[in-house]
């Protein structure tokens, strides 16, 4: 009996790995030369997540022997996880602190790979129009200090939205998020009591409301609870169908989010020497406020060549022709003189001290 | 040579203990005969690997939380400054979080439970006792995510737009029933637990009761007493014990339950006297921050909870079991 | 006077009666409401492609969880794989050697093991394990399903050879052979049944298990398959897709709890009715 539970389980295993090989084999056709799979794993960001996972399946298309396996567990966890080397690339949309970069048994470079906007989406049954928000008027509603939708200062800058007499239930992110740090910084830098009392960072101590886990779970609490209002990324809100509230900018503008308003906010702004750049609260025209380049972080000098390889291939994809994927996503594609800038940082990573990129 | 000798000697006869030689080996046994004493160290071994591998959890949390331990001591468990940004960290919200929603949830799976235990073990004939004991059991082996999802879907929507709602306008003084209606909450991982450990108070109050001798019931009941006093003073006296641990094992499971409280509790780490409020537990808090927290005391902090959690538990299983035996045995298989 | 005293107490034990029935139907509705929507909300998610393709990119519809699936079926198998001969063996020396120190104290450690919160377990593979290869893999996957199916298994068998029949035993010690020969020809082939339904719960359990996978095995898009590779698994995927925005995820997860709840609740049936059987058949 028991031999016969082993085998069965033993033949559901095998089949399974047949079943697997035969797909992949189906799927992989011809394809490229260079012998094994490769299979690189990567975790961080889930900002990005929607343009990540397209790119890592387009790639496998038009690769099939390289799988690239993205998680989407938060920056947190990918500044975590690539300083504790257990994956092969890291992803953050805030780049890491001195002290984190320390931890980690290299130098790790930031890629910058497009940029987003964090959308501030809301779910109010009967609000058509979008929400309008004043910087000092979001600051307290993720304060908690405004907990109604009808609250005055909300009515005042909505005066013909029919916003009901409905608690406002503020969803945010528990795990260790890129998107918070995106968002908290703007809000410290446009509201000084939001600066005292919650400060900056991937995880804070949020004043109010619901945590979710990742992009993906603050959408869906948001889509689930009716009343709230969280910070997703704008890919997020417009696949799944949530209303954003327009932003007043700098130059006093209600912006919504939108493919250009992020563009223009990237405008006029330049990389840093470490390729960092912040864009939120940007000055220009027509911006929108809460914009944020995303990062893949990798080891400079990489271990194992052929990993390492295929790594910086299909970087380089992804900051030139995958940079054609961002559009319908609603990422705003790397503008030219960024662009210029991370590809030649890529070409100078390297495995072992050798470079990999050569020309291009 | 000798040791690969060892396993293979053919079929000793048992009067070649006769040769036994004193000593460890002899101790173990060995000397009865090679093929017993290998047999007995080989399983003896592996038998070992059970401590150890219990020993080495223990351990390895410990280590893991040695920065956070030296760092906030005994402050950890009453600080509710749970601050990533800061790098202070206060465990108090989770504490309290995991023990309110393990109270709502005994409140609702204990007498629910009990009763259970008692219509099937004294009251109902077996025909219809097998069935649903049966069922009940096999609401223990619906996956946690399961619950999970169920939640997120059917239970939290039916909380915030008929159960909130009701309580709030019947009970709605009770600080505990008071605030806005969003369906995940502290109330809504309270019923999920309930729910999770319904089948652990109800299979081993049913084993508990079933212990106790009939001649006692039959006893009351010659006396002229009704079924429900024959229970009330012949049989529970005797199970009460047994209850009681029965309680504390799905009190023990309540604690350390992870992906269906999660998925509903809300997770904001703030202390809120109401159950409609948003809450965290500590395996949630686990759960969502572990992979993700930067920084040594962070992590440290995590692998803290985790400790705290690991000896709670462990302390309340020892407890309930030495309760249980007292009464009879466990029910074998179920899952406490 | 008399009358009316009689009547109360016969009413209070009515309703008591009564509470009690009400208790136990109480108890399954939550089975019932589950099980409906798992069926009613999963049945419209199952396809083929659910069978047979993988995830589709973030927010696009259609796709499946075959690596899921093989995914699970991979972990339990390694799960079993480690604590499979680990806990029987340690059943063995439970049930054959009951009043030894060493006894005792595994007794106990297996006992309280079996309460150690599973989300523990996990940080303890992800220091241990994960940390220390520098992967998230399989192999971390298994050994924390491993270690939470250890206990179950060890006092499983335990159980199960001392229900054997002393008699077998002394049958065989009569006819010259060695005690551990007749341990394992006769006691624990005999138990084997047994043991065998103790298993399938122990695996039913851990099919199930989400917390301790979430940092060792961890996830994966693709195909795992090797050892040292994140892979993909039933319970995180039902996990991913719940919590996420999307209709079509939702879709999928109902139809992935579907499959994990018919597969678990089928070794549970069968291994009760296993039991049932062989008891009658005493």
């Not at chain 2, 000697?9 to 101790?27: F, H, K, M, Q």
Request: glycine share 10%.
């Amino acid at each position: 009996m028991k031999q016969h539970i082993y085998s069965v389980l033993l033949f559901s295993i095998a089949t399974g790995f047949a079943g697997c090989k035969g797909k992949e084999t189906a799927a992989t056709g011809s394809g490229e030369s260079d012998g094994d799979d490769i299979a690189l794993n990567g975790a961080g960001a889930t900002f990005p997540y929607p343009l990540y996972s397209k790119w890592m399946s387009e790639y496998n298309k038009l690769h099939p022997t390289v799988k690239i396996n993205y998680q989407s567990i938060g920056s947190g966890g990918g500044i975590r996880q690539i300083s504790a080397g257990t994956v092969d690339f890291g992803a953050s949309d805030v780049p890491m602190k001195e002290s984190e970069a320390a931890k980690a048994s290299g130098k790790l470079q930031h890629i910058p790979t497009t940029i987003g906007a964090v959308a501030v989406a809301y779910n109010v049954p009967g609000v058509s129009t979008p929400v309008k928000l004043t910087p000092a008027v979001l600051a307290d509603v993720f304060l908690g200090k405004i907990d109604k939708w009808n609250d005055e200062r909300l009515t005042a800058i909505n005066p013909n939205a029919a916003l009901p007499d409905k608690q406002i239930a503020v969803v945010f992110r528990s795990d260790g998020s890129g998107t918070t740090g995106v968002f908290t910084d703007y809000l410290a830098k446009v509201s000084p009591s939001w600066k005292s009392e919650v400060g900056v960072g991937k995880s804070v101590k949020w004043p109010a409301g619901l945590g979710a886990k990742g992009n993906e779970g603050v959408t869906g609490q948001i889509k689930m609870t009716p009343g709230s209002i969280g910070y997703v990324e704008l890919a997020y809100a417009m696949q799944s169908k949530l209303p954003t509230a327009a932003l007043q900018n700098k130059a006093g503008e209600f912006v919504e989010p939108s493919l250009e308003a992020v563009t223009r906010a990237a405008a006029g702004v330049n990389l840093n020497e470490h390729l960092y750049a912040s864009i939120t609260n940007s000055g220009g025209k027509g911006a929108y406020p809460i914009a944020a380049y995303t990062y893949i972080l990798v080891y400079q000098d990489m271990k194992d060549p052929r990993k390492a390889a295929a790594l910086a291939k299909f970087l380089w994809w992804a900051v030139t022709d995958g940079q054609a994927f961002t559009k319908p996503l609603h990422y705003a594609p790397l503008p030219a003189h960024s662009a210029d800038k991370v590809k030649i940082e890529i070409r100078s990573l390297k495995a072992e001290g050798k470079l990999l990129i050569s020309g291009a | 040579m000798a040791q690969a000798s060892l396993p293979i000697e053919p079929e000793p006869r048992p009067g070649s203990s006769a040769r036994a030689r004193p000593g460890w080996l002899g101790r173990l046994g060995v000397g009865t005969s090679v093929g017993d004493g290998a047999f007995r160290v080989t399983t003896a071994l592996v038998a070992a690997t059970v401590v150890l591998a219990l020993i080495a959890i223990f351990a390895e949390l410990a280590r893991a939380s040695s920065l956070s331990l030296e760092a906030f001591g005994l402050d950890f468990i009453t600080s509710q400054n749970w601050d990533p940004v800061r790098d202070e960290f206060g465990a108090l919200p989770f504490i309290y979080g995991t023990l309110v929603s393990s109270l709502i949830a005994l409140l609702l799976a204990v007498p629910v439970g009990i009763g259970t235990a008692i219509f099937l073990s004294e009251l109902a004939p077996e025909w219809i006792a097998k069935p649903l004991g049966f069922l009940v059991e096999l609401l223990a082996a619906v996956p946690s995510v399961v619950y999970g999802l169920w939640g997120i879907f059917f239970l939290a929507p039916v909380l915030r737009e008929h159960v909130q709602p009701f309580l709030a306008s019947t009970l709605g003084i009770l600080p505990i029933f008071q605030g806005p209606h969003l369906g995940f909450g502290m109330l809504a991982g309270g019923i999920i637990l309930a729910i999770m450990i319904l089948p652990t108070i109800s299979s081993v109050s049913r084993e508990v009761l079933r212990a106790v001798p009939g001649i006692y019931r039959e006893g009351a009941l010659a006396l002229g007493a009704t079924h429900w006093e024959a229970i009330r003073t012949a049989v529970l006296p005797h199970a009460r014990s047994g209850l009681v641990g029965g309680v504390i094992l799905g009190l023990g499971r309540a604690l350390g339950e992870t992906m269906a409280i999660t998925m509903v509790i809300g997770n904001r780490p703030e202390i809120d006297l109401s159950w409609f409020a948003p809450s965290y537990t500590m395996a949630s808090v686990i759960a969502n921050e572990f992979t993700e927290a930067t920084g040594d005391l962070y992590l440290a902090a995590l692998a803290e909870i985790g400790l705290l959690l690991l000896v709670v538990s462990v302390a309340l299983n020892v407890v309930a079991r030495l309760l249980v035996w007292r009464v009879g045995r466990l029910p074998s298989g179920a899952r406490v | 006077m008399e009358d009316a005293s009689y009547m109360r107490r016969k009413l209070v034990d009515h309703a008591v009666r009564g509470a009690c029935f009400i208790a136990a139907l109480l108890a399954v509705v939550p089975l019932f409401s589950v099980l409906y929507y798992v069926a009613s909300k999963g049945a419209g998610g199952l396809n083929l492609a659910f069978f047979t393709e993988l995830p589709k990119p973030v927010g696009e519809e259609g796709g499946g969880m075959a690596n899921a699936l093989v995914g699970t079926l991979e972990l339990v198998g390694l799960a079993c794989l480690f604590a499979m001969p680990l806990g029987v063996l340690a059943g063995i020396y439970l049930a054959e050697f009951r009043e030894s120190k060493l006894a005792t104290v595994v007794r106990f450690s297996a006992d309280v093991m079996s309460g150690v919160p599973s989300i523990t377990i996990g940080i303890f593979v992800y220091t241990l394990v994960v940390l220390s290869t520098g992967h998230f893999s399989a192999l971390a996957g298994g050994i924390a399903l491993a270690l939470i199916m250890l206990p179950t298994v060890t006092r499983t068998t335990e159980e199960l050879l001392k229900l054997v029949p002393e008699e077998l035993r002394e049958a065989g010690l009569g006819l010259g052979v060695a005690k551990w020969r007749v341990t394992m020809r006769v006691m624990v082939r005999t138990a084997l049944p047994g043991i065998a339904t103790g298993v399938m719960l122990a695996i039913a359990r851990v099919a199930g298990e989400t917390a301790p996978l979430l940092f060792t095995a961890f996830n994966n898009r693709f195909w795992g398959g090797a050892l040292d590779e994140p892979i993909a698994s039933l319970p995180v995927q039902i996990y991913t897709y719940a919590v996420s925005p999307y209709e079509d995820w939702h879709r999928q997860a109902w139809a992935a709890a579907l499959v994990l709840v018919t597969m678990v609740l089928v070794l549970n049936v069968t291994a009760r009715v296993l039991v049932r059987h062989r008891v009658r058949a005493r």
